[in-house]
């Protein structure tokens, strides 16, 4: 039965694992003097097959309304201790892009499973539109998400699947003896 239950369990929450895909989350916060601070992490779940070195976003907005001496960087993702940091127009004046390339030694690659914080800029207008990102030099480009706070739906799928199979092993557990 215990087997019966394990197995259940692997073909419910293995498509699961499949949901997700490498994601760029961000927040936008108020920075005062009518600006915005836009902050984004890079999760790998996987979906590239390896590490991830490269992040490029594509952002709707005009090239004079982003402050470019505020781009944060990860370490060693364009700052003094390595890696590279390009911006510009991309493709007219009314979009723009940001492009983080991590150093080339890989010590700074976002392994699977893992995520990297850091990477950031503020504006002088807020972004009206989807902000855009390929990874490891993709020219196929995914929509970063606003984060919620909130767990994603495969995460809730697998917690209640848990807690009902839970719930369901203990209606099958047969009573101790002398208890009736």
């Known amino acids: 039965m ?39 992490a890079l999760s790998n779940t996987g979906t590239n097959g390896g590490t991830l070195s490269d992040l490029f976003l594509a952002l709707p907005i005009d090239i004079n309304d982003v402050l470019t001496s505020t781009i944060g960087t990860p370490a060693a993702w364009g700052d003094p201790n390595g890696g590279l940091l390009f911006f510009g127009p991309n493709g007219g004046p009314s979009t723009w892009f940001i492009q983080w390339t991590a150093d080339f030694s890989g010590t700074h690659d976002v392994h699977i499973g893992t995520a990297l914080t850091g990477f950031s800029f503020r504006t002088l207008q807020p972004i009206n539109g989807q902000i855009t990102f390929g990874l490891n030099g993709s020219i196929t480009l995914d929509t970063a998400v606003p984060d919620s ?32």
């Open 2 to 40: 215990r087997t019966n239950l394990c197995t259940l369990f692997l073909l419910v929450t293995l498509p699961c694992s499949f949901v997700n895909a490498d994601t760029l989350k961000h927040t936008v916060t108020p920075a005062g003097a009518g600006e915005d601070f836009y902050q984004f």
């Open 149 to 180: 706070g909130v767990p994603e739906p495969p995460t809730l799928i697998v917690l209640l699947f848990a807690i009902a199979l839970l719930g369901f092993g203990r209606m099958l557990r047969p009573e101790p003896k002398g208890t009736k």
